[in-house]
């Protein structure tokens, strides 16, 4: 735990129970902070009066004692409206933060030069952090992971001299963190999301650029034009830059030809041949990033070259199962919508055995049409089969299987007589039709593969 000593003896209020919630209540308290927390669910309130957080309603509280509301990141701040905790705030004059604000005040008092990489984007952020986390480990340095992903920020061990916070953010993150300023803030891409808290794209890239405006170094993509809008003002501005690209050659930067990553257009750093867990364009983009904040870190090129290949990946993202003869099973639960499926689609030229299904997004799968020609047939489930089966009549076999479990049997007999083949779960849906999240869906897609007679599991999955 990071112990939240800037509030010592203030009156803190905390709104939104959940686990980074509950994690900063008890880091305040053990920082000396007088904490009172709230949430709109009886569950959440009933977890923090069981590990003894103070609890009690903010509408009845006297706002004009609190020295912060520190709001989960999950709970509107301005848009499609502010939540009443948001507003009270406001009206009382309380400065509005989140738990990485929290963080960024330790570190500023405690160990201000320890190295802190930050990561946000719209894609990819997750498989980035862990693979920065992870290239630092094999270099041999005390390194903490969490933020977005994993756990939460403050349930970490504090900053201290020499040791690397390795921390994924999101905008919801970034909103509530004045303070942020990461020795390596990475910028990787900027592609609409979450517009209904945001309002607009303009204000939701404005959010993100704010993570690498006061870094030390800034590691942004290009390969947008969001992103190459925010890397020529930093240039402009003469500051640290380091540009990032899967898209093209640069000769300042690092960019990724095919499998393998080069710095300044022709010193190679790493190879991704072989590593399927960072398979693609996208991963290509999500390595680059890596090599360049470990670059920009003083790690050494070998070390980096030997991290990458040893990369495990992350659940749910391109994750190999394994194999049974030349039919490769992948589990990508985690594209829940048609952007994310787009770039599973895209790692293989063909014999896609296809997934999809649950909740379905607006525009559904209509955009992933110039990849229908890869599909040799689509196994739909859940809500989205009648939508789905309309948009995929006349171009891709389909079958309506209804559930993962029916879906997975037809899958794997129909691939085992297509030579080389990927049974490919990437379902462009929400889960929340029959499943708690993503996760809950791509384990029980592992499952199920990994009971499959003649199945070889990947590395990863070899102790199940």
Not at 30 to 35: D, I, Q
Not at 147 to 169: D, F, M, Q, T, Y
Not at 186 to 194: C, E, G
Not at 299 to 314: C, D, E, M, Y
Request: glycine residues 10%.
């Amino acid at each position: 735990m990071i112990p939240v000593t800037t509030f010592a003896g203030q009156r803190v209020a905390v709104f939104g129970l959940g686990g980074s919630g509950l994690a900063t209540a008890e880091a305040l308290i053990a920082g000396g902070a007088e904490v009172l927390a709230w949430d709109d669910g009886e569950v959440g309130r009933a977890k923090a009066a069981q590990t003894g957080i103070p609890v009690a309603d903010l509408r009845e509280a006297d706002w004009g004692r609190f020295a912060a509301l520190v709001l989960s990141p999950g709970v509107p701040l301005t848009h499609p409206e502010p939540h009443w905790s948001a507003k009270l705030a406001k009206a009382a004059g309380v400065a509005i933060i989140g738990d990485i604000e929290l963080f960024c005040r330790e570190r500023a008092k405690f160990a201000a030069d320890a190295p802190f990489v930050a990561i946000t984007g719209t894609n990819g952020k997750s498989t980035t952090t862990a693979l920065i986390a992870h290239i630092l480990t094999v270099a041999g340095q005390d390194v903490q992971m969490g933020g977005n992903i994993g756990r939460a920020i403050l349930s970490l061990e504090p900053p201290a001299p020499g040791r690397v916070h390795v921390v994924e953010c999101s905008s919801f993150q970034i909103d509530l963190a004045p303070s942020l300023t990461p020795s390596v803030g990475v910028l990787l891409n900027v592609t609409p999301d979450h517009l209904d808290r945001h309002g607009t794209m303009e204000n939701y890239a404005a959010i993100k650029e704010r993570l690498i405006a006061r870094s030390g170094m800034a590691v942004v993509g290009v390969d947008d034009d969001f992103t190459d809008a925010v890397a020529a003002r930093r240039a402009f501005a003469g500051r640290p830059l380091m540009r990032i690209s899967a898209a093209h050659l640069l000769t300042e930067g690092v960019h990724a030809e095919g499998t393998k990553i080069f710095r300044d257009g022709s010193e190679e750093i790493a190879d991704l041949a072989g590593n399927g867990s960072l398979r693609g364009r996208h991963n290509a983009q999500n390595a680059a990033a890596a090599a360049a904040a470990a670059l920009a870190l003083r790690v050494p090129r070998a070390t980096i070259a030997a991290a990458v290949k040893s990369f495990i990946g992350l659940p749910h993202r391109m994750e190999e199962v394994g194999r049974i003869g030349s039919t490769l099973f992948i589990n990508d639960s985690k594209a829940t919508n048609a952007d994310s499926t787009e770039k599973a689609l895209a790692a293989f030229p063909g014999g896609i055995f296809w997934i999809l299904g649950g909740k379905p997004k607006e525009g559904g799968i209509a955009p992933l049409a110039p990849y229908f020609p890869r599909i040799a047939k689509a196994y739909l489930i859940g809500e989205a089969s009648e939508a789905f089966a309309a948009t995929l009549d006349g171009h891709v076999p389909f079958t309506r299987c209804g559930t993962l479990d029916v879906a997975v049997a037809a899958a794997a007999a129909d691939a085992a007589g297509a030579g080389e083949a990927v049974v490919l779960l990437s379902p462009a849906s929400a889960s929340y039709d029959q499943f708690a999240n993503f996760g809950a869906r791509g384990d029980q897609f592992r499952d199920l593969v990994l009971a499959l007679p003649g199945l070889a599991p990947a590395a990863s999955n070899r102790g199940n």
